[in-house]
């Protein structure tokens, strides 16, 4: 860790040399999850050539290698530098449940910069915001994931301390959570990017046994280190009994990867479980 921090102190134009650097050593020599990437893209976009598809996993393999600096950049960059980095498209979007004393459920998907994205309510906004994540069965990783999502006077807690946390906290606060895997025992099958696809219902028991608005944080790669994010409303109360939350997200975030695919996790096994 102490070797990170160091790290993080260079520039982020430096810190992508590394970047560049590395591709030939993580993909050439080590080939990482090379087989995964490949399956999910071919899956995923079967209309698509086989030329599509490989400047597809191009420029997966170059956004994840910077990922992994951006995020250690994350352990010492200036709140200015990230702000000019990181824009927001529509804050009036969470600005006006914050005004009403709502707080709110934002839920993310994989899709680079993530880790950057979840900072802009403290960074540009000014307002509580508390990332809720799965504790990481890697001892190391699970502590870096706690060193940069505090950042800022930010918040972390479990998936299992959530709700306990919202009944005990009396200001308006927005809730991270990057939903497009799997988490719980609840269950929900649909087609999502061409195949079967199981999801978490989370987002509709959250959302309707809180009575809190769902707001999907779209993120979009301007340029090399430059992100923007587009608020996009997913619901709020009061809602019916049906599932009505998880299919809208499910809708937003597939287009937000059809339009960019190259800023997707592809190397996740997200299609590990199959359909009975």
Request: without cysteine; glycine residues 4%.
């Amino acid at each position: 860790m102490f070797f990170l921090k160091l790290l993080s102190y260079l520039p982020l134009n430096v810190l992508y040399i590394i970047s560049d650097l590395a591709y030939p050593i993580v993909w050439k020599w080590i080939g990482y999850r090379k087989g995964v990437i490949y399956e999910n893209i071919r899956n995923a976009f079967p209309e698509k050539s086989e030329i599509n598809r490989a400047q597809i996993i191009e420029g997966f393999k170059r956004n994840l290698l910077d990922f992994i600096v951006e995020t250690i950049k994350l352990m010492t960059i200036s709140k200015d530098e990230l702000n000019s980095r990181l824009s927001v498209g529509n804050p009036e979007v969470i600005l006006d449940h914050f005004n009403n004393g709502k707080s709110m459920l934002l839920t993310a998907g994989h899709q680079f910069n993530w880790e950057w994205m979840v900072t802009f309510g403290r960074t540009k906004l000014g307002y509580p915001f508390t990332s809720v994540y799965r504790p990481l069965r890697d001892d190391f990783s699970d502590r870096l994931a706690k060193i940069i999502r505090t950042r800022f006077n930010g918040k972390l807690i479990t998936s299992d301390e959530l709700i306990e946390d919202l009944k005990n906290n009396p200001e308006p606060t927005a809730y991270s959570m990057v939903m497009d895997h799997v988490t719980s025992k609840h269950h929900y099958w649909t087609t999502f990017l061409s195949q079967e696809t199981l999801f978490d219902t989370s987002i509709d028991y959250l959302a309707k046994t809180l009575d809190m608005p769902v707001v999907y944080p779209k993120l979009q790669k301007v340029k090399r280190g430059f992100y923007n994010v587009e608020l996009i409303p997913i619901g709020e109360p009061p809602y019916e009994q049906r599932l009505t939350l998880l299919p809208r997200f499910i809708e937003e975030i597939e287009k937000s990867i059809r339009e960019q695919p190259e800023t997707w996790l592809w190397s996740h096994r997200r299609w590990k479980y199959k359909r009975a």
